[in-house]
Nanobody, 117 residues
Framework: HVQLVESGGGSVQVGGSLKLSCVGS????????KGWFRQVPGKERERVAGMNRDGSSSFSNSVKGRFTMSQNNNGDILYLHMNNLLPEDTGTYYC????????????WGQGTQVTVS
């Protein structure tokens, strides 16, 4: 099992940038497939980014070209770099992890709020 803790959310103006961090509680996180999701009240949770075990990543069309991901050398901290932020990027952002043999994300952080205005 792994616990995830996000940080880095806040309020930013349109066009601004934020960097979210997700810290895994133990070494197992480095071997998991990872993702970032966002939730807006009244809307379905959206997966905005995913990273495979080999470090390859993918992004939703809504953030492609504006968001990137990176991780530290140990693979136990995942970053979401958000640039050129838009009002529709507002929401609660969650990092999540899953064993790469399954499609179900079983580990979730507590969420961090991002507000773009």
């Amino acid at each position: 099992h792994v616990q995830l803790v996000e940080s880095g959310g806040g309020s930013v103006q349109v066009g601004g940038s934020l960097k979210l961090s997700c810290v895994g509680s133990n070494y197992m996180y480095s071997s998991y497939c990872k993702g970032w999701f966002r939730q807006v009240p009244g809307k379905e949770r959206e997966r905005v980014a995913g990273m495979n075990r080999d470090g390859s990543s993918s992004f939703s069309n809504s953030v492609k070209g504006r968001f990137t991901m990176s991780q530290n050398n140990n693979g136990d901290i995942l970053y979401l770099h958000m640039n050129n932020l838009l009002p529709e990027d507002t929401g609660t952002y969650y990092c999540a992890a899953r064993e790469c043999t399954t499609q179900v994300f079983g580990y979730w952080g507590q969420g961090t709020q991002v507000t773009v205005s």
